[in-house]
């Protein structure tokens, strides 16, 4: 394993243990590079210390991730479709 291997294995790691159980099985799916909307809903959640309702009420509206964030048409479950997306605007 490569150095730069190492320190992502250690940088994911200790994000991991920063977040709420719930959110890992979603962070892990983006980390693998299986999903963007994943990725994307676990950026705006990180981002919002992973409080779904401040996702929804981003007033960030220059953010690139704006129009694609989850949550916007309220659901608070988004852990039960394909995707985990369900409500999201994330259209990979
Ligand atoms: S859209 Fe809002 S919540 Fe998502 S990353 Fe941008 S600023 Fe953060």
Redesign the pocket.
């Known amino acids: 394993m490569s150095e730069f291997e190492k320190e992502r294995e250690r940088q994911i790691a200790e994000r991991l243990r920063e977040m709420p159980k719930s959110q890992r099985a979603n962070y892990l799916k983006a980390q693998e590079g299986k999903s963007r909307c994943a990725a ?1 809903k676990a ?6 210390g992973y409080k779904i309702e ?2 929804r009420q ?3 509206l220059a ?4 129009l ?2 989850p949550y916007q048409n309220g659901h608070k479950n988004e852990t039960d479709d394909q995707d985990g997306q369900k409500g999201g605007q994330c259209d990979e």
């Open positions: 994307m950026k705006c959640l990180d981002c919002m401040e996702v981003c007033t960030d953010c690139s991730h704006y694609y964030r």
